[in-house]
Every structure is written in C-alpha cells, then in structure tokens.
Nanobody, 123 residues
C-alpha cells in the first residue's frame, strides 16, 4: 500500500516536500520512486531510490532541485521528495511507485502505485 501526501499550491521559486508512506510485509526491501503526470500527457519519471538508499536516479530537469530520501522501519517506509526552486513546469499530479526491483520502478513497470497528490506551481 502506498499513500502520498504533501502536495499543494506554491509560488514559483518555492519548495514543497512530498511524502510516500509504504506499508506492508517486506516493504523495507522495496525500491520506491516518484512519477508525475499532467492531464492529457503520459506519466513521466521524476526520481527513485533503492531499498537501501545506495542508489538514486533523477530525471534531468529536476537534478539539483529535487532530492529523494527514505526512512524505514520494520513494517513501513517513508520516501520523501524534497522539491526546491519549483517552476510552473513542475505542476502535475505526483505519484508514488514501488516494487522489489529498482529497474522496474525506474521504468514505471513495477507493481504498486499510490493515488497521487497534486502539486501546483504558480507564477
């Protein structure tokens, strides 16, 4: 089970912090990523992190502005996406995505998705 929170309305140049709480058996072994989708467009990769935080990937347009991190307990993981220097092109619904395999998360072909949280960046 994946549940996102932290979306909202922010002015350009501002920051938001999204959280994804992953719960369930062995969730601490899941890779987790963030995707975003604008209405009428395909869902696109934003960032992902391996189960042990050793590996992270970012989409080029967010490198240096977004940071993904995670904290794990025995039965849950919280994956945060710190978003700084936001611009209107970052406006989208942001989805959390999880799977045992980092490669599948990175390509959006993993097993689990959250319902999304809206991020709106105004001028």
């Amino acid at each position: 089970h994946l549940e996102e929170s932290g979306g909202g309305l922010v002015q350009a140049g501002g920051s938001l912090r999204l959280s994804c709480v992953a719960s369930g058996l062995n969730v601490q072994f899941y890779a987790v990523g963030w995707f975003r989708q604008v209405s009428g467009k395909e869902r696109e990769f934003v960032a992902c992190i391996s189960y042990n935080s050793a590996t992270t990937y970012y989409e080029d347009s967010v490198k240096g502005r977004f940071t993904i991190s995670r904290e794990d307990t025995q039965n849950s993981s919280t994956v945060a996406l710190q978003m700084n220097a936001l611009n209107p092109e970052d406006t989208a619904v942001y989805f959390c995505h999880g799977d045992f395999h980092l490669a599948d998360v990175r390509t959006g072909t993993g097993d689990y998705w959250g319902l999304g949280t809206q991020v709106t960046v105004s001028l």
